[in-house]
């Protein structure tokens, strides 16, 4: 399990099926033994958000941090990014610095852009159209409960955003079905679901998409960067909550997850979020494993 050229990390399918698994299995030895030794020089992360975060920025500082590495946290506002220095040249600037980059940002184009020109790894710690480190953690989170995924029926119920297409790509990796409910006009990219129509099932059905789930998933309505939009989405999404009654439909050894943050009463009731078949937590804090194992694949040299 080594890369053998630049490699990225800007969504799934960038690294072979088997070296995901292998680090979602990594993760899980990390978990376990914090301090399995990582024999390599002092690395360092250079992150670049545009957008705000909790668990990703904390999850690499204190996954660094575990490695003997070390990270530089910089804003848009706080760099030349912001004042608009062409993000080809910060890339260029920045990676000849540093040993990896995360990227937290808007549009997927900007991230790509980051890739191009820089000269060290690149990972999405989140943009418009994918999740990745996301998906990671909540494969760790499933596998440490239920065990393997293969085959596995995944619900994902609301928005069809960057969480939405990125379970779309893991549903072929780690050949699980996957069952999607969104409103009429709130779908996933039709090229991504039209590439993957032997494992995803797109519909406008809460119910259709839960019923005999191992997995129910959901998001917020509104996304960073629509919270104008709200007002419109909570009419558009009004019966697309997941509670009680949806999860009734569910296998009864079902879970369920949400990557977080969650607005309790929204996409989400307070009793699903809390109830003893949620692994919001467990999945929240596999961030920190499943993105040091991925560190410590990338950073091998």
Known sequence: MKPNRLQHFLTLTDL?????????????????????????????????????????????????????????????????????????DTARVISAMVDCLAIRTFAHSNLEQFARYSSVPVINALSDDFHPCQLLADMQTFMEHRGDITGARVAWIGDGNNMCQSYIKAAAIFDFQLHIACPEGFEPAATLVEQSTTQVTLGQDPVAAVRHADLVVTDVWASMGQELQQSERETAFANFQVNRELMSYADRDSLFMHCLPAHRGEEVSGEVLDAPDSVVWDQAGNRMHSQKALLEYLLQS
């Open 16 to 88: 072979p099926s088997a070296d995901l698994l292998a680090i979602v299995q990594r993760a899980m030895v990390l978990k376990q033994d914090p301090g399995v030794a990582y024999s390599k020089p002092r690395k360092s992360l250079g992150l670049v958000f545009e957008k705000a975060s909790t668990r990703t920025r904390v999850a690499f500082e204190v996954a660094m941090a575990q490695l003997d590495g070390h990270c530089v946290f910089l804003t848009s506002e706080a760099s030349q990014i912001g004042r608009g220095e062409p993000i080809a």
